[in-house]
């Protein structure tokens, strides 16, 4: 049974940080890419940033190309997403994701497992 848990989400005013973590369980997890995507009210959950399994590359969707930053720690069986510099528009509810292979893949069906979400709530 493959589990992944995400926390730190919560409510920051525009322009503040917050870090994001997901703990997973149950999967070799070095073996894994991992992604977070998110989705707000009413929309389609869409792709945020993706890092492969050893860590040395990573993807971001150009919204937040220098305010996000995604990494791993392999030995926590951990992933991460820094969100600096947020806007009312990062709005959202954040998933974490395992993908089947150990590659980076911004493609939703590409991932197999994925946590409950985090709620992120950047208000002006």
């Known amino acids: 049974q493959v589990r992944l848990v995400e926390s730190g989400g919560g409510l920051v005013q525009a322009g503040g940080s917050l870090r994001l973590s997901c703990a997973v369980s149950?999967?070799?997890?070095?073996?894994?890419?991992m992604g977070w995507f998110r989705q707000a009210p009413g929309k389609e959950r869409e792709f945020v940033a993706a890092i492969s399994s050893s860590g040395d590359s990573t993807v971001y969707t150009d919204s937040v190309k220098g305010r996000f930053t995604i990494s791993r720690d392999n030995a926590k069986n951990s992933t991460y997403l820094q969100m600096s510099s947020l806007k009312p528009e990062d709005t959202a509810v954040y998933y974490c994701?395992?993908?089947?292979?150990?590659?980076?893949?911004?493609?939703?069906?590409?991932?197999?497992?994925w946590g409950q979400g985090t709620q992120v709530t950047v208000s002006s």
């Open positions: 994701a395992a993908a089947l292979f150990a590659t980076i893949t911004p493609m939703k069906v590409h991932y197999n497992w």
């Open positions: 149950g999967r070799t997890f070095s073996r894994h890419g």
